[in-house]
């Protein structure tokens, strides 16, 4: 029998409490020269110094910049370990085909039935046009919002340890609902990324017809620069290991991005109502990304014992177990709080990634929460939901940033911009309050501006 799972657990109400809270708030912080001694040493190896993955990211991506695809291909046989022909770097027409051709079908109306449903969730929350008028009698001003979709889009799929379809549906179908006819992915040269089956069979699947080999830095700063036959896109989203966060963060500017995500995580806010079963299942699935971070908090103490057994049983069962496990220790815990409210209060405090409300009356606890990436109501709705089906995408702020940051959605594919028309007479009347900001400001110009228009 394996040994039980050494969970750290925090009761709010110890002297101690506040310290380990915060040791816990610094562990899932966004985090970005963290570096193990076997990656020093691949990094001695390969830059010849003990650069740090911010050092390596900014190599990285300036020689890119500079160098283009064959750059590109250079770090992808370094870092990959994968000879890429220039003609081979992006993923044939032919390869895309017959992919599909091989695909399972019932694996092929799954992603058909998916992109569905998070292009009619995605589309009904998508900006509209607005129009404001404003009337003066002689004079009227027409004020507008006007939405366009960006023409060029990049996406990350990872490909290190597991294949993920997913993250194309949760990044190319918001995009494509949005109105983006351009969509290009990059996918690591492996057999889980570029080179899976199923992957290339949902790109063909969702019209994606631009997939390249490359993953990593190198392929975001590609994108981010452009390189010889992958022209520059608007946009990056999509996760990846810490150097793809970091080099979109680098890159932030030259073009948007949509996060710098970091490790899943997941919260669990419990009452006495909550199946052990069922809690223990939702720590153990984000747990399993590892590295990723799974906290229970609940008011109800006999609940923390029922799944720290669980949490025992289960790992027994599962494939994953023991990468679930060593994340369980590394990155997360179990919180007694000594009621409802100060649960609520340190959920807001953690800003998590997924919120999972197991309660009585779920609709009631949300109203006490507000810093969640999304939220999941009820017994019978576990992540998994909403990481595959639901509709919402599942690129969400991480490492606390969920107090400010928002999830993917089709609007951050748009380009919006104010529209403002005014004529003589709307003018004429908005002209004083001009003036007096601009004597106030000192821009002279500006009141010129209006001035010249009204002399006459």
Not at 52 to 72: D, F, H, M, N, Y
Not at 96 to 109: F, G
Not at 360 to 371: G, I
Request: charged content about 25%; overall charge negative; aromatic content about 6%.
């Amino acid at each position: 029998m394996s040994e039980s799972v050494k969970i750290p657990m925090i009761r709010l109400s110890d002297p101690d409490a506040e310290r380990l809270f915060e040791e816990l708030r610094e562990k899932l912080s966004p985090q970005g020269n963290v570096v193990s001694a076997a990656g020093r040493q691949r990094t001695i190896e390969l830059f010849g110094e003990p650069l740090t993955p911010q050092q390596v990211v900014e190599r990285i991506c300036a020689e890119v910049k500079s160098g283009g695809l064959k750059t590109v291909l250079e770090y992808t046989a370094k870092l990959d370990r994968k000879e890429i022909e220039p003609e081979s770097f992006r993923v044939s027409a032919a390869e895309l085909e017959e992919a599909h051709q091989k695909a399972d079908p019932t694996y092929l109306k799954t992603i058909r039935q998916i992109r569905d449903n998070i292009h009619e969730f995605q589309s009904a929350i998508l900006s509209r046009d607005v129009k404001v008028v404003r009337d003066f009698g002689q004079g009227r001003v027409e004020l507008r919002q006007r939405y366009l979709p960006m023409k060029r889009v990049g996406i990350c799929v990872p490909g290190g340890a597991a294949a993920y379809p997913s993250t194309l549906l949760m990044t190319a179908v918001p995009a494509q609902t949005a109105g983006v006819q351009e969509i290009a992915v990059v996918a690591p040269p492996t057999d889980f990324g570029s080179y899976n089956t199923d992957l290339l069979a949902a790109c063909h699947e969702l019209g994606v017809t631009e997939v390249y080999r490359a993953g990593g830095a190198q392929a975001v700063a590609a994108m981010a620069y452009g390189v010889e036959g992958l022209p520059q896109v608007d946009k990056i989203v999509g996760p990846g290991n810490l150097f793809v966060a970091l080099a979109k963060r680098l890159v932030f500017g030259e073009v948007d991005i949509d996060s710098i995500a970091g490790p899943s995580e997941v919260i669990v806010l419990a009452d006495e109502s909550a199946d052990p079963r069922f809690v223990a299942s939702d720590l153990i699935s984000q747990a399993e990304h590892s590295p990723g971070s799974a906290v229970l908090i609940t008011w109800h103490e006999p609940l923390l014992k029922a799944v720290h057994a669980e949490l025992d049983r289960q790992l027994g069962l599962l494939s994953r177990g023991d990468l679930a496990r060593q994340s369980l220790e590394d990155y997360s815990t179990l919180i007694l709080a000594d009621s409802a409210e100060q649960a609520a209060i340190t959920t807001d405090r953690l800003a998590t990634e997924h919120l999972h409300i197991s309660t009585a009356d779920p609709e009631a606890m949300l109203k006490q929460v507000q810093n969640a990436g999304a939220i999941f109501l009820g017994h019978y709705t576990p992540v998994a939901l909403g990481d595959y089906v639901a509709g919402p995408s599942h690129v969400l702020p991480t490492g606390g940033t969920a107090r400010f940051a928002n999830g993917l959605c089709a609007n951050d594919f748009l380009k919006r911009s104010s529209i403002i028309s005014y004529d003589k007479a709307a003018l004429q009347h908005d002209a004083d309050n001009v003036r007096l900001l601009a004597d106030k400001e000192g821009l002279t110009a500006h009141r010129n501006s209006v001035d010249i228009r009204l002399q006459d």
